[in-house]
């Protein structure tokens, strides 16, 4: 392949292609934890009315229960007159706190404050809640207030411990909501945080790929300048331009077609084949699967390609036979490039590199759905590469 049919990547670049170090316009003035958190409290708000208005039908229901024993003064509208004002001012309490928990939560919710908050609600709430119930009840008992002192002495241990549970419902809800908003809104820092980090490792490992492979493309060319074949030299050179710039272009998407990444192999081999000449031969087999519309990440299968070279070719002298299969099984996709293993050669070691960042890559990529494996026989060594099956996106 030369370098002018090496392809031209298109995808969906998926990066954010802003200088290092420089927010983005939107990050500046746009939060989507506090967004989210805004609208959990406006949820909260409304939910807390609707709640309010239920345990008030519920107790105008259950007073006119009672009332039917007497038909002719049980009226349920009477009834929920009576005790409105009261939850009325429950509800703008319940309301209040949850308006001032969204915006003050790590102190309010500390234990020491929530008893304090609790004590000052009891305190300040339960004479203001009982003189409410019994005007109420008074104006429709006796319609007007001259029977207040008299209702006072009369009402019972239990309507007493009602309102305070009330209150303390009000305020209880409340933090109990503002905590579990609390807790919500950590872990998705934490998510978001861990996922920075990830992606910044990823464009780390993905970058330690890059030098790696021109390391060991210009090792080839610069092999193929000692023999002082010029010819063969110019060769790889314009081969290496086209391998660059598909590189170059890479940079700028998470995902490219695996066709592009095939063809981005085999123009890489034929590079490696100016150098190897005869003594080596590349078989691929692909299956019949439209590979340009399947996604994987950047030089995904180069660093498998360039390990064989360097144990299989670079170190004997002897023929080398290269087979390559690239398969879809499901919804797994297999890459499997096998190399023979010489009883004699050199003992130049890789640095490894390259298989070590295409593993943490995966890793990162796919978790524990992808797989790189190695084995090794008497006279076969076999890299196999697993990862999911993904569409490319168009561009």
């Known amino acids: 392949m030369d370098s002018q049919t090496l392809p031209v990547i298109a995808a969906s670049n998926q990066d954010r292609e802003s200088a290092p170090g420089k927010p983005w316009p939107d990050e500046m003035t746009y939060s989507p934890i506090w967004e989210a958190k805004n609208k959990a409290t406006y949820l909260n708000l409304g939910f807390t009315l609707l709640c309010w208005l239920l345990i008030a039908s519920l107790h105008a229901l ?24 009261g939850y009325i001012l429950l509800a703008t309490l319940s309301c209040t706190f949850a308006v001032v928990l969204s915006k003050n939560t790590g102190i309010l919710l500390k234990p020491r404050n929530i008893l304090a908050v609790c004590s000052l609600t009891l305190l300040l709430g339960l004479p203001i809640l ?8 008074t104006l429709v008992a006796h319609h007007d207030l001259a029977g207040f002192k008299f209702g006072i002495n009369k009402r019972s241990g239990f309507a007493y411990f009602i309102d305070t549970t009330l209150l303390l419902f009000a305020y209880l809800m409340q933090a109990a909501f503002a905590f579990w908003i609390k807790v919500q809104a950590e872990g ?7 996922n920075e980090s990830l992606a910044l490792r990823l464009r780390l490992l993905q970058g330690q790929l890059k030098p790696h492979f021109l390391f060991n493309a210009l090792n080839s060319i610069s092999a193929l300048v000692r023999t002082a074949d010029r010819e063969l030299a110019s060769d790889a050179l314009e081969k290496l331009s086209a391998l660059l710039r598909y590189v170059l272009h890479s940079s700028k998407h998470e995902w490219l077609s695996v066709s592009d990444e095939i063809n981005f192999t085999k123009a890489y081999l034929d590079m490696q084949m100016l150098r190897y000449g005869e003594r080596t031969s590349i078989t691929w087999h692909l299956a019949n699967v439209p590979w340009e519309k399947l996604a994987c990440p950047p030089l995904l299968f180069q660093p498998l390609v360039e390990n064989a070279i360097h144990h299989g070719v670079e170190q004997n002298h002897e023929i080398c036979h290269i087979q390559i299969n690239l398969l879809q099984r ?12 010489f009883k004699q050669g050199c003992s130049k070691k890789g640095h490894g590199l390259g298989l ?40």
Do not use: C, W
């Open 356 to 395: 070590s960042a295409s593993t943490d890559r995966l890793a990162i990529l796919y978790g524990q759905r992808a797989a790189l494996r190695t084995e090794a026989s008497t006279d076969r060594y076999t890299a196999t590469l697993e990862f999911p099956l993904r569409f490319l996106q168009p561009a």
């Open 330 to 341: 499901g919804d797994i996709l297999e890459f499997h490039i096998t190399s023979p293993v």
């Open 188 to 194: 998705q820092a934490y998510s978001l945080q861990n």
């Open 130 to 137: 009982t003189a409410l119930a019994l005007s109420m009840e």
């Open 62 to 85: 259950a007073f006119y229960k009672d009332t039917l024993r007497d038909p002719t003064t049980a009226n349920i509208l009477l009834e929920y007159a009576s005790i409105l004002p």
